[in-house]
């Protein structure tokens, strides 16, 4: 099992940048699957981003070319750099994680508040 703590979460204005990280514990951190996953109020939880184990990565149409996921394997920690923000990138973001290369995520993390003002 897997414990996930995130952090940076914040207030900005539009068009500028965040970067949140996720603290996971555990001593197989590099073979799991990792994503951020964000809700905003009254709507559906999205996917933002997934990075896989060899680092590939897939990212959500509506944050292409903004937001940007990696991963530090030796400090256990996964990272979203969230560039040109705007206000309907506001909501609570979740770190999650699961062991398998596809499907649901099974572990998550308490989630962050972002915050974008316009």
């Known amino acids: 099992q897997v414990q996930l703590v995130e952090s940076g979460g914040g207030l900005v204005q539009a068009g500028g940048s965040l970067r949140l990280s996720c603290a996971a514990s555990?001593?197989?951190?590099?073979?799991?699957?990792m994503g951020w996953v964000r809700q905003a109020p009254g709507k559906e939880r999205e996917i933002v981003a997934t990075?896989?184990?060899?680092?590939?990565?897939r990212s959500a149409d509506s944050v292409k070319g903004r937001f940007t996921i990696s991963r530090d394997n030796a400090k256990n920690t996964v990272y979203l750099q969230m560039n040109s923000l705007k206000p309907e990138d506001t909501a609570v973001y979740y770190c999650?994680?699961?062991?398998?290369?596809?499907?649901?995520?099974?572990?998550w993390g308490q989630g962050t508040q972002v915050t974008v003002s316009s």
């Open positions: 555990g001593r197989t951190f590099s073979s799991y699957v």
């Open positions: 990075i896989w184990s060899d680092s590939s990565t």
């Open positions: 999650a994680a699961r062991r398998t290369l596809l499907g649901d995520f099974a572990y």
